[in-house]
């Protein structure tokens, strides 16, 4: 079928098995996965974590607007607000919707070790209003926090997750009534609305022993004429072509644009690719995400920015980059401001000063 209607949330026995994605006890993607060898891995983690450049982290405070409890609840409907690295409050009839929720100072299994919050999240997650979902697009710890996850549990209403994903949750304590563990191609209709988990090109695994046990996802989000597309993580891949061609055009595509490397090009998009993404996706308005938040690669902080804005500039496609917790009308994005900019220019305005005092 083009589309099918997922199911409430069964344990891995029966719906795992059937799903084309699994192969023996792992899910792959369509594409092979070029072999790395061992020698590879460790220079990547080596290099990670003592050959960091200079540059990967602000030197200046990132700007956040505050939010309020008061706020979120007279806000209207098709407000989006970006929270973090890809965490997005999306506002759609009358109830609130969160994507990949972490709202823990480092995305890390360690809260003493790990990459580091930039910046604290524009509201407290004790002050968010009661939510109606949760969509997750994969395990890995800069998208999903088992301390935020429990705190929500109990005012959230729905989780969507990939095949397998949903289990953690529920070991976490979540009802497991709530849970819907979707499979490629499988949507949900809550409200009116309609959430269709599309493929991706990635992996998961949170520690060293249970690598691609769980399902890793995208995700379509439509209200009536509005069509909106969450990238989660992923590499480019021909997929994006058949997501544009099953469930586009979208109106705006929530991009991964950052945390990428040349040295792991089948996982992660340079912003060239996900420049070509949004193409193939019919995308409108393109807003870059998964940057701003946590030191995870070896380019630059604001590299990303940089190369998507040039990118947009030269081809003409409409870039949103909100500042965090700045509302997003999805039926009508504005541009935002080149926030980055002024982070830089603080922090070179302020070397300046200091070395004029010597």
């Known amino acids: 079928m083009f589309l099918r209607t997922a199911e409430p949330s069964r344990r891995k026995t029966d719906k ?16 092979p996965r070029p072999q790395e060898g061992v020698g ?43 929270l973090g690295h890809s965490t997005m409050l999306i506002k759609l009839r009358g109830a609130y919707w969160l994507t990949d929720p972490v709202f823990a100072e480092r995305a890390s299994p360690f809260q003493w070790m790990g990459p580091k919050r930039f910046h604290q999240p524009p509201i407290a997650l004790r002050d968010l209003p009661p939510l109606r979902g949760v969509i997750l697009s994969h395990d890995h710890y800069d998208h999903l926090d088992r301390w935020s996850i429990e705190q929500l549990a109990a005012t959230t209403d729905v989780f969507l997750t990939p095949l397998g994903v949903g289990d953690r949750l529920i070991e976490w304590g979540v009802d497991a009534s709530k849970v819907h563990q979707l499979d490629w191609w499988e949507n949900v209709e809550i409200d009116g609305l309609r959430m269709t988990a599309a493929p991706a090109q990635h992996f998961s695994g949170r520690t060293p022993f249970d690598g691609n046990t769980t399902l890793w996802a995208s995700w379509a989000i439509f209200d009536d004429e509005l069509r909106v597309f969450f990238s989660g993580d992923t590499g480019y891949f021909d997929g994006f ?118």
């Open 16 to 31: 795992y098995e059937a799903s084309p994605q699994r192969r023996g006890h792992r899910f792959h993607n369509p594409a």
């Open 40 to 82: 590879k891995m460790l220079r990547i983690i080596w290099n990670a974590l003592f050959n960091k450049p200079s540059g990967t982290q602000p030197n200046s405070p990132i700007p956040v607007q505050t939010l309020t409890r008061a706020q979120l609840d007279a806000a209207p409907d098709r407000s989006l607000y970006r």
């Open 241 to 358: 072509k058949t997501i544009g061609e099953r469930l586009g055009p979208f109106d705006i595509t929530l991009m991964e644009t950052g945390a990428y490397d040349a040295q792991w090009p089948y996982v992660h998009m340079q912003p060239e690719q996900t420049m070509q993404a949004h193409l193939d996706l019919r995308g409108r308005w393109l807003m870059p995400v998964h940057n701003g938040t946590f030191d995870l690669a070896m380019h630059r902080w604001q590299e990303p920015f940089e190369r998507i804005v040039s990118l947009a500039v030269e081809r003409d496609i409409p870039l949103a980059t909100p500042r965090m917790g700045e509302r997003l009308n999805l039926a009508s994005p504005h541009k935002g401001e080149r926030w980055w900019r002024k982070v830089e220019a603080a922090s070179d305005a302020r070397w300046e000063s200091a070395l004029s005092l010597k």
